[in-house]
Structure formats: C-alpha cells, structure tokens
C-alpha cells in the first residue's frame, strides 16, 4: 500500500528513501553537486550558510558578506546583528503586546533584501503538474482573491543554537541565536490553494516548489541558487498563505515583500520571502534546503541523517536581558512567551533559582495553535549572587520541555529549558 503522503511524518521518510535511490529530481543544481553537499553534511553537518554570499559577490572580502544588507534600522537596543541576520533582543517586546511590531521582527536573510515594487511584480505558476501551461499573476491580480488573515509566528529553525554550547557544551555550525529568531504577525494574503486551483492544479501534484527573487546563494564554491524548498501538496492545498500585508501594512522589504509564502507551524525556511515563482511537480522535489540543510545529522541522529525537518518545536523566553543585573528586596514581574509548533501552550511554569523549585504563570492570552502566549510571575530576590531563571512549557499535546536537546551538528530545533542568567546586587 502506497504511504499516505498527507501525513508528515510519512511524506519525509518516503521523501528521504526516494532522494537516497536517485529517484527525486534535483531542482535547479546539479546531482552531483547536491550529493557533494549532501555527503558533506551527513559525514560532520559543517555545511550550512554562515558564510554564504550572492552569487555576484562570491569572490568579495569576508567584510562585506557581513554587512546586514537590510532596508530598515536595526539599533542595538532592538536587535543583535548576525552576519546578514538580526536577531530580536526579547528583552525590547516587553509590553509590546501579542503582535511583534514590525521594527522589532527578526531578519533572516541568506544574502541581501532585494527591493521589488508591486506593480511589477509577477509569481508564476508553473510545472508538469498542471492541466495546462505557465499562469502568471500580477499583484493586483492577487488581491482580487478572497482575502484571509491569520496571526502566525515564524520562527528559524536553529533559534535558540547557540544553546546547544553554551548549555550543553556541543559544537554546532550555523549562526548563534540565542531565542530571539522568533516573531508572530497578523498576515493578510490569499490562500495558496486558491491560486494552486486557479492556475490548474492536478491530482499529480506531489511537491509545490516556491522560489525567492533574492540573490542565489554560494557556499563551499557551489550555486545553489535561489532559496526554495518543497512543500508537499498536501500541506501547500491545506494552510498555506501568501501573504501581502504584516501587521495590517503592505508586506516590507525585509520581510519578503510584496509577497511571501507563509506555512504555519514549520521551520522558517519553509515561509520562502520575495517569492516569485512556484513550480508545482508531479515528481519528488529536492534542493540543498531539504537534503544538506534543514535536516539532523550527527552521532545522536539517524546514520544518513534525519528526514527534513518540517514542524518548529517548543521553546519559552524570558523579556529580559541576559545576564541582567536586578536589585535585591524589591519586587518585579517576571514577563516571558511560549510557543509551540504542534499544539496550543497551555502552562508555563517559572524557577527562579536554578530549577529547585517552580510556581506555574499566569498566562495573559488564551492559547492558541501558530502563536504564543505571553506569561509573568512576580518575583521578590531575598538574597545576592549569581541565579539562573528557568521556564518551561507544555502544550496540549502533553509535551513539556527537556532539561536537554539530542545534539545535531547545525543546531536545529533546540528545545531545551534555557537557563536566563541574572545577577543579584
């Protein structure tokens, strides 16, 4: 009996044995750089994109691939530059409400924003799993669908890496998050469903490949091209929205406008930015962000690695800084989010020194699927030092966070409860 691809977990493992067989096609790089990459990564996961640049720049100073190449300001007090990434300090949501405005909304960008004006902006639908030839869609042309709106959270999949050393004591590639590659936004598009069903979708589709219109990318002296990754057409005909308005403004640059993909509950990479075309294929899909990347590898992983990954794990976060310094004798509240890509976050519970003892939050939203819900406690310190505060959640599907993460080698989906260092004085 065939797998019922509908089902995730069954969708990546057939998907994986087909990519091992060489029975999945290779979209957009050749085979054989792909299994170069491929073999690299199940060996010692040291390819990733740290150090990647556009393809026009491939031969350009270190310097300059560092450089943000985001549109909008990025002070210190809001976010931590990574390479071409900045992350959100969690500290600077505190009293932001459910939303996170876009001026405080991390960036993952794996090369530079691209400046793409609407009114010229095209998404073409194509593939052999189409009952007739290439569509094209205008943005007007898109904002005549039926609209939806949906308060979502993307979420990168190595939020919380850096964890994996400073807690566990692991090497990991990739860049350092800390727990601020999170943001939840109100998103306003149409279905992609809707435009799937417009430009002629079969019952062959089996993968539905959006493409970015930002610059390709080169890693260890390969083009991998532009960012795309395949959405099964199970998940592509169900939830999947493009998006072009955040937070009820037109998308921005940084963050994939005029248009981007927006899956709920997966890992980030899977919510393509800049999207311009979507290939829809009868046939398996793979690139270097489901083969190579995006995937677990190391001693505690399976021995070819791990499937691709598809849904984002669960993870809390103090609003305050690391390593704070807060006096002593006097009360504070202690204010903090949780979130989980399986299930609504239905208790939060909060130590305040170092995992001796625990008291549950108090949550301040009702917790829903795709969100996050905000917390506090109150807190009192009696004595001075060093203390670590912890939190750990549990979403409806009984799941509570570890006290540790199964190591992989480019430190994805770190769930563990991270210890929030404070000082006392």
Not at 51 to 79: D, H, M, N, R
Not at 146 to 175: D, K, M
């Amino acid at each position: 009996m065939p797998a019922d691809l509908s089902d995730e977990s069954q969708y990546d493992r057939a998907r994986l044995r087909q990519w091992a067989r060489g029975r999945a096609r290779s979209a957009g790089v050749d085979r054989r750089d792909l299994l170069r990459l491929f073999a690299a990564g199940a060996a010692a996961g040291a390819v990733g994109l740290g150090a990647a640049a556009p393809a026009a720049a491939a031969g350009a100073a270190a310097g300059a691939a560092a450089a943000p190449g985001t549109v909008k300001p990025l002070p210190p007090e809001l976010f931590t530059l990574r390479g071409t990434n900045a992350e959100t300090n969690f500290a600077a949501l505190r009293g932001t409400g459910p939303l996170t405005p876009v001026d405080r909304f991390f960036v993952r960008n794996h090369t530079v924003t691209p400046r793409i004006a609407a009114d010229g902006w095209r998404l073409r639908v194509w593939g052999d799993a189409l009952a007739g030839g290439p569509v094209e869609f205008s943005y007007d042309r898109l904002r005549s669908f039926p609209a939806v709106e949906r308060t979502l959270f993307i979420e990168c999949a190595g939020n919380g890496r850096s964890f994996y050393t400073t807690q566990q004591g692991q090497q990991v590639s990739g860049t350092a998050w800390t727990l601020g590659a999170i943001g939840v936004a109100r998103w306003r598009g149409v279905r992609l469903s809707d435009v799937l069903r417009r430009a002629g979708v079969t019952r062959r589709a089996v993968d539905v490949l959006p493409r970015g219109l930002d610059d390709e990318v080169v890693t260890n002296g390969v083009n991998l091209g532009r960012v795309r990754r395949p959405l099964p057409a199970s998940k592509a005909l169900d939830d999947v929205i493009l998006a072009y308005e955040m937070n009820g403004e037109p998308l921005p640059p940084d963050h994939g406008g005029p248009v981007r993909v927006v899956v709920p509950d997966w890992i980030g990479i899977s919510s393509v930015k800049w999207v311009g075309d979507i290939e829809v294929s009868g046939q398996p899909l793979y690139t270097p962000w489901n083969t190579d990347l995006y995937r677990l590898f190391g001693p505690d992983q399976p021995a070819q690695g791990s499937a691709p990954l598809t849904r984002q794990t669960l993870k809390s976060a103090f609003e305050l800084e690391l390593g704070a310094t807060v006096p002593v004798h006097r009360a504070r509240l202690l204010t903090g989010r949780s979130w989980s890509g399986a299930a609504p976050v239905h208790r939060v519970e909060v130590s305040t020194d170092g995992g001796a003892r625990w008291q549950r939050a108090r949550l301040h939203d009702a917790p829903r699927r795709g969100s996050w819900v905000r917390w506090s406690v109150p807190w009192t310190p009696r004595t001075t030092g060093t203390t670590a505060l912890l939190a750990r959640a549990t979403d409806a599907t009984g799941r509570t966070q570890p006290q540790t993460t199964a190591h992989n080698t480019q430190g994805y989906l770190f769930d563990a409860v991270v210890r929030h260092p404070v000082t006392v004085v």
